[in-house]
T-cell receptor, first 109, second 115 residues
């Protein structure tokens, strides 16, 4: 079953923070996060494994609460280059991903 | 050169036609995937293959078939195209033994229009 992402869209000014949430109704083994810019292919950001380990990538970090079957992506001091659509992909153990519907992030100067 | 390539990049076809989309990779990955992307629906898995002899249906396999000709090649066929198969199609590869555990690498996509 497709995970649910919230919010569906966010508009920020450069330098502001954002949080994107991903919630699943199924038990999860891992959560992937990808970013897709308009007209391009999705690009991998990070993976979080069962165990709740928080990871970071420059000013982008994420957490995974396996008990709540939720993951959150944190974007700190957003830059114009962060604009795009963010997808979470969840793995329930079959080693294939089910992607959320995406969250469109717009960063304005 | 791109690690994952897709051909064609754009295709317009008519209802009822058979069409094949091709994916090639030079990453040496055993795992390959075909996804369909529609606006507002994210990426939906059509078929996936964990090695040359392994083919599995995804969430939306009806109306599609695949062929894994070699480790590097994975083709998607629409036997009789219909307008609601108009979408952006992505191929992806992964390596479960990589440091980033099954990170997926996507090709540039094929935009398919069925009239």
């Amino acid at each position: 079953q497709q995970p649910v992402q919230s919010p569906q869209a966010v508009i920020l000014r450069e330098g502001e923070d954002a949080v994107i949430n991903c919630s699943s109704s199924k038990a999860l083994y891992s959560v992937h996060w990808y970013r897709q810019k308009h007209g391009e292919a999705p690009v991998f950001l990070m993976i979080l494994l069962k165990g709740g380990e928080q990871k970071g990538h420059e000013k982008i970090s994420a957490s995974f609460n396996e008990k709540k079957q939720q993951s959150s992506l944190y974007l700190t001091a957003s830059q114009l280059s962060y604009s795009g659509t963010y997808f979470c992909g969840t793995d329930g153990g079959a080693q294939k991903l089910v992607f959320g519907q995406g969250t469109r992030l717009t960063i304005n100067p | 050169d791109a690690d994952v390539t897709q051909t064609p990049r754009n295709r317009i076809t008519k209802t009822g036609k058979r069409i094949m989309l091709e994916c090639s990779q030079t990453k040496g990955h055993d795992r390959m995937y075909w996804y369909r992307q529609d606006p507002g629906l994210g990426l939906q898995l059509i078929y996936y293959s964990f090695d040359v002899k392994d083919i599995n249906k995804g969430e939306i396999s009806d109306g599609y078939s695949v062929s894994r000709q070699a480790q590097a090649k994975f083709s998607l066929s629409l036997e009789s195209a219909i307008p609601n198969q108009t979408a952006l199609y992505f191929c992806a590869t992964s390596d479960p033994d990589s440091a980033e555990l099954n990170e997926q690498f996507f090709g540039p996509g094929t935009r398919l229009t069925v009239l």
